[in-house]
């Protein structure tokens, strides 16, 4: 058996494979590490198969070919339950992970106490690519801001990882993830203690397209909320609330500062207001108290509004009476300032909690374990139907149906681990 296993999920990185597998080859190969890897693919049809086909003949290359799921975090998942190695690592076929850092990172998770490691773009030593745009900077940091409360590790948002086999099974029946940040997923639910990041140089794709998109964006925010529910099951609307306030703030303070380069002080700070609170609105509604967007939109933003100026009142009333009655905050208005924030904001999630996102319950989280699994009489009966019109199939139906439902192409016998 291999002792590393290399998970590559892919969509449409036909392009990319050749360089990467012959890459992570030259690496594993200096090291003495014998390794497999595992190219998870999304049905792409761009050559991924016949590629996958041709590279086998020089490299242990797997490829498992989805037909029926989406998504990069299942791809992951799918390949570590299918991997041989006792060592997972999981890397993105973009090029953007340097295979090169692949036998530190193994050296790393050796270690007695490290059951993680990141390839990390933020910490000493690490860098990214010159061409990368203000905004995926932007992008990157925000996304990471907003995960800070769940785990300690610099870049959470890091796809370059490497756990062992064990961890992964001891808690694989956790893993729920949604999008594309499988690391954050991992580190939180499998309570990873022992974390290692390894500075990495993060270079931009040059082949093929980027898969950051909005819906990519809303994704992870809905993902943040699962893990948010999972670490802190009490504590988390709290949280998100007062995060997505958070990123009100700075969208308030950049629509204000461009607003007032074409109009008055005045119109520029109620425009920057409007849309920061309008902001805040549209993340509650589908992130923080999610399972009230059955609600009428017009109804809760109006009331949200209320709540809004109602908790701007608190916020007045709590700091001024603060300045007004004790002379040290006389002297220190903006420290007066602060327990009216702190005011102004336990009111507003109260409010909006209780008043303005009032339809129903959070569904709490449940995660249903392999042994606790026991069918139904309906589950029975649904099954024992479906098996009847399966069976009512003709020959020849069923081998198309099987063969439509996955493609595995194996590596040729006696070339499954790269030669120490």
């Known amino acids: 058996m291999p002792e590393l296993s290399v998970i590559v999920p892919t969509f449409r990185e036909v392009e990319n494979l050749p360089e990467l597998l012959e890459r992570i080859h030259g690496a594993v190969l200096l090291a003495g590490i014998s390794c497999e890897i595992l190219v998870v693919d999304d049905n792409s049809r761009d050559g991924t198969i016949e590629a996958c086909d041709a590279l086998r003949r020089r490299h242990p290359v797997r490829l498992i070919t989805r037909t029926t799921e989406r998504g990069l975090s299942s791809a992951v998942v799918r390949g570590m339950r299918e991997a041989n190695g006792e060592i997972l690592l999981v890397m993105d ?17 050796r270690k007695p106490g490290i059951d993680f490691v990141l390839g990390s773009r933020y910490v000493p030593g690490a860098s990214t690519d010159e061409e990368w745009s203000l905004f995926r900077r932007m992008n990157s940091l925000v996304a990471t801001g907003l995960a800070w409360p769940l785990t300690a590790v610099r870049d959470p948002m890091a796809g370059f990882f490497a756990i062992h086999r064990r961890t992964f099974a001891e808690h694989e029946a956790l893993l ?41 964006q809303v994704q992870y925010l809905r993902h943040l909320r699962r893990l948010y529910d999972f670490r802190f099951p009490t504590l988390a609307n709290f949280l998100l609330f007062a995060l997505v306030g958070a990123s009100g703030l700075v969208i308030d303070l950049v629509c204000y500062s461009a607003a007032m380069g074409i109009m008055s002080k005045g119109p520029a700070r109620a425009i920057a207001i409007w849309i920061a609170m309008t902001w805040n609105f549209a993340f509650n509604r589908n992130i923080t108290f999610a399972y009230t967007r059955d609600e009428d939109i017009l109804s809760q933003y109006g009331r949200f509004c209320l709540s809004c100026m109602l908790g701007a009142l608190v916020n007045w009333l709590v700091s001024m009476s603060l300045v007004t009655t004790l002379p040290w905050f006389a002297d220190h208005a903006l420290v007066a300032a602060l327990p009216g924030v702190a005011a102004g904001l336990l009111f507003n999630f109260t409010i909006c909690r209780w008043a303005v996102f009032s339809g129903g319950e959070p569904t709490p989280m449940r995660v ?40 595995s192409t194996e590596p040729a016998d006696g070339n499954n681990r790269f030669a120490a």
């Open 93 to 109: 076929a973009d090029l953007s992970h340097p295979p090169e850092k692949i036998p530190e990172m193994v050296s790393q998770l």
């Open 176 to 216: 729920d993830p949604v999008g594309y940040k499988i690391a954050l997923e991992i580190l939180v639910k499998c309570r990873c203690r022992g974390v290692k990041e390894v500075p990495i140089y993060f270079a931009d794709r040059t082949k093929g397209e980027s898969k950051l998109t909005f819906k990519v």
């Open 368 to 407: 249903v374990r392999p042994e606790e699994t026991v069918p139904s009489l309906t589950t029975s009966a649904t099954a024992s139907l479906a098996a009847t019109k399966s069976s009512a199939k003709s020959p020849a139906s069923q081998r198309d149906s099987i063969r439509a439902e996955e493609t």
